[in-house]
């Protein structure tokens, strides 16, 4: 089956420390990962990685891609309350050969910086 | 620009009523899809569609139908509402046939809840 693993579910730091946030997988047909950001609505887009190796930087946040151990990560330095909100993490792949492409999102980590 | 625009924001039906949930999108993008998200399960793609007249099912499609008439819209059809679909619903689209193709651009979501 199919599955993407965030963890932790929940994580409470103080505003000024530095948090990794854990995305594992297991799917057929790995496409790219992709990372969203949700306050209070809609996610928002963060981060797409199709590469092993290359971090992607935007900020205080970046992101890495291991397609050989099939997990990610997302890493947040001097977070702000700003920060604070649910990380997503999502897998695109196909479920055969040639088929459609699908995207299945992890359970989400509720990060919270308190001040 | 108003991007992907979902209606209702809130909806309250009672149990075997039927609606329909609206999506329709601006920027000519090819793949639509339908989330629902639950506390601790994420969210998850209930049917998605790449492309006018081409739609598939998600990993919970049970108890919804959808049809793709035109490139802009991707309803979403509660057949006979139930309180297990009491949930929020995310309506996303992206460029292409593919997922990955670019980032997935979310709604603002729609709460349901079935009494």
Known sequence: EDKVVQSPLSLVVHEGDTVTLN???EVTNFRSLLWY???KKAPT???MLTS????KKSGRLSSILDKKELFSILNI?????GDSAVYLCAVVFRTTNFGNEKLTFGTGTRLTIIP | NAGVTQTPKFQVLKTGQSMTLQCAQDMNHEYMSWYRQDPGMGLRLIHYSVGAGITDQGEVPNGYNVSRSTTEDFP???LS????QTSVYFCASSYGQRATNEKLFF???TQLSVL
């Open chain 2, 107 to 109: 709604g603002s979501g």
């Open chain 1, 23 to 25: 995305c594992s997988y």
């Open chain 1, 77 to 81: 330095t001097a977070t702000q309350t």
């Open chain 1, 45 to 47: 887009f963060l981060f």
């Open chain 1, 37 to 39: 950001k949700q306050e």
């Open chain 2, 81 to 84: 509402a139930a309180p297990s």
């Open chain 1, 52 to 55: 092993s190796g290359i971090e």
């Open chain 2, 76 to 78: 979403l059809r509660l």
